[in-house]
T-cell receptor, first 114, second 116 residues
Framework: GNSVTQMEGPVTLSEEAFLTINCTYTATGYPSLFWYVQYPGEGLQLLLKATKADDKGSNKGFEATYRKETTSFHLEKGSVQVSDSAVYFCALSERTGTASKLTFGTGTRLQVTL | EAGVAQSPRYKIIEKRQSVAFWCNPI?????LYWYQQILGQGPKLLIQFQNNGVVDDSQLPKDRFSAERLKGVDSTLKIQPAKLEDSAVYLC??????????????FGPGTRLTVT
C-alpha cells in the first residue's frame, strides 16, 4: 500500500537558518504530493502541492520538488522565521476508482528560535 | 468563504460511553472526509463520502464507529462504546474535487477526544 516517511523531529533552528525536511513516499501509481502545516491550536492547512513529476510547489518561501526517480518531496526554505514554528506533514493522494484519499507521514515539528 | 466547521472542540468521556461529532463542510463541497489523528502520528482516514454515499470506509472500525452524511451536507461521526485507544483528534475535511487526487482538502479545527 501507499506510505509516506518523514524525518523525525523535533527540528530546532535559529531564525534565518536554512530548512530541509525530508519526505519519501511509496505508491503504486502516480500520486499527487502535498505538504500540510499545523500551527499550534489550529487545523491542518495546505502549504504547497505538486501533481506530477518534476513539478515544484511553492508558497510563503517554502518549496518542494516532486522527484519521481528518488520518490521524494523534500520541503525547503531558505530563511526560517519564528512564525514558521509548526508541525509539517508530507502527504500523498492517489485516485482509485471514484475515491481518492490522503496518506500522511507522521509529521515533523519545527521550532524556530531567535 | 467559511471554512469547515466542527463541534464540539473538546470532549472528555469515560470508556464504554458513546460520543458524537458534527461536521459542516465548505458550501458546495461534494466530498467529505473523517480522519483520526492520534498524538504523535499523522491523520488516518476513517471514512470518505461523495455527496451522501460512502466511497471508502475500509479503515473505519465498524463494530464501534459509525458515520452518516444526510442530504449530502453535514456529517456526524459516532463512537459507541468508546475505548481508551480512541483518544485522538478527529478531523473533518472537505473537497470540491469529486475524488480527484490533485484537489486540495480543507480541514476543520478538529475535535479532541479524551477517553478516561
Amino acid at each position: 500500500g501507499n506510505s509516506v516517511t518523514q524525518m523525525e523531529g523535533p527540528v530546532t533552528l535559529s531564525e534565518e537558518a536554512f530548512l530541509t525536511i525530508n519526505c519519501t513516499y511509496t505508491a503504486t501509481g502516480y500520486p499527487s504530493l502535498f505538504w500540510y502545516v499545523q500551527y499550534p491550536g489550529e487545523g491542518l492547512q495546505l502549504l504547497l502541492k505538486a501533481t506530477k513529476a518534476d513539478d515544484k510547489g511553492s508558497n510563503k518561501g517554502f518549496e518542494a520538488t516532486y522527484r519521481k526517480e528518488t520518490t521524494s518531496f523534500h520541503l525547503e526554505k531558505g530563511s526560517v522565521q519564528v512564525s514558521d514554528s509548526a508541525v509539517y506533514f508530507c502527504a500523498l493522494s492517489e485516485r482509485t476508482g471514484t475515491a481518492s484519499k490522503l496518506t500522511f507521514g507522521t509529521g515533523t515539528r519545527l521550532q524556530v528560535t531567535l | 468563504e467559511a471554512g469547515v466547521a466542527q463541534s464540539p472542540r473538546y470532549k472528555i468521556i469515560e470508556k464504554r460511553q458513546s460520543v458524537a461529532f458534527w461536521c459542516n463542510p465548505i458550501s458546495g463541497h461534494a466530498t467529505l472526509y473523517w480522519y483520526q489523528q492520534i498524538l504523535g502520528q499523522g491523520p488516518k482516514l476513517l471514512i470518505q463520502f461523495q455527496n451522501n454515499g460512502v466511497v471508502d470506509d475500509s479503515q473505519l472500525p465498524k463494530d464501534r464507529f459509525s458515520a452518516e452524511r444526510l442530504k449530502g451536507v453535514d456529517s456526524t461521526l459516532k463512537i459507541q462504546p468508546a475505548k481508551l485507544e480512541d483518544s485522538a483528534v478527529y478531523l473533518c475535511a472537505s473537497s470540491s474535487g469529486g475524488g480527484l487526487a490533485s484537489y486540495e482538502q480543507y480541514f476543520g479545527p478538529g475535535t479532541r477526544l479524551t477517553v478516561t
